[in-house]
């Protein structure tokens, strides 16, 4: 079991917009640390999507967005391309010393 | 360009020894953490620790403590990570990844590395 909540599939037809859920508790983004998120395409490494909550490194498209309310966290992808179609893992701090995943979201284009 | 690349995949038997490298470019070794990451088969990934070139601070996660150990070595700009006794359940694809401090706080990792694959079977 992660101590981040992810559900685990989501989908949506090409131009759609889509969210995916990232929910801790008071230890970890309820005590304020920050979330970030990676897309991991088949085959390959993650690579960072979103940093600090809402921030996107360069080259990554706008399409991306990220938000934070409370011990939850989300992924908003607009203008969903075949492309997109992904693995996609949240991360934080969790107060027990550890740094922590999300178990994952697989994301597929319909 | 900020760059990790690790050691090519792994073929072991249950209770051999094995040590898995990550070379880092780019930028300054010794002022970035890396961590290791778990990815078993088909599974999310997994945290496994963090070490700092610079001076050799290690952490590790709660639930690998003792089973791993990570090294670095700053002269060349490399980190390990290190079995003594592996079993079928090790068998996994590594990821190094460097990861960013920021604000005082633990934050994101990038670059990540291309991954290692270990298989243990015998």
């Known amino acids: 079991q992660s101590v981040l909540t992810q559900s685990p599939s989501v989908s949506g037809a090409p131009g759609q917009r889509v969210t995916i859920s990232c929910t801790g508790s008071s230890s970890n983004i309820g005590a304020g640390y920050d979330v970030h998120w990676y897309q991991q395409l088949p085959g390959t490494a993650p690579k960072l999507l979103i940093y600090g909550n809402n921030n996107r490194p360069s080259g990554v498209p706008d399409r991306f967005s990220g938000s934070k309310s409370g011990t939850s966290a989300s992924l908003a992808i607009t203008g969903l391309q075949a492309e997109d179609e992904a693995d996609y893992y949240c991360q934080s701090y969790d107060s027990s010393l550890s740094l922590v995943f999300g178990g994952g979201t697989k994301l597929t284009v319909l | 360009e900020v760059q990790l690349v690790q050691s090519g995949a792994e073929v072991k038997k249950p209770g051999e020894s094995l040590k898995i490298s990550c070379k880092g470019s780019?930028?300054?070794?010794?002022?970035?953490?890396i961590a290791w990451v778990r990815q078993m088969p088909g599974k999310g990934l997994e945290w496994m620790g963090i070490?700092?070139?610079?001076?050799?601070?290690?952490r590790y996660s709660p639930s690998l403590q003792g089973q791993v150990t990570i090294s670095a070595d700053k002269s060349i700009s490399t980190a390990y990570l290190q079995w003594s006794n592996l079993k079928a359940s090790d068998t996994a694809m590594y990821y190094c990844?460097?990861?960013?401090?920021?604000?005082?706080?633990?934050?994101?990792?990038?670059?990540w590395g291309q991954g290692t694959l270990v298989t243990v079977s015998s």
């Open positions: 780019g930028y300054s070794f010794t002022t970035y953490y």
């Open positions: 070490i700092y070139p610079g001076d050799s601070d290690t």
């Open positions: 990844a460097r990861h960013e401090y920021s604000r005082g706080t633990w934050g994101w990792f990038d670059p």
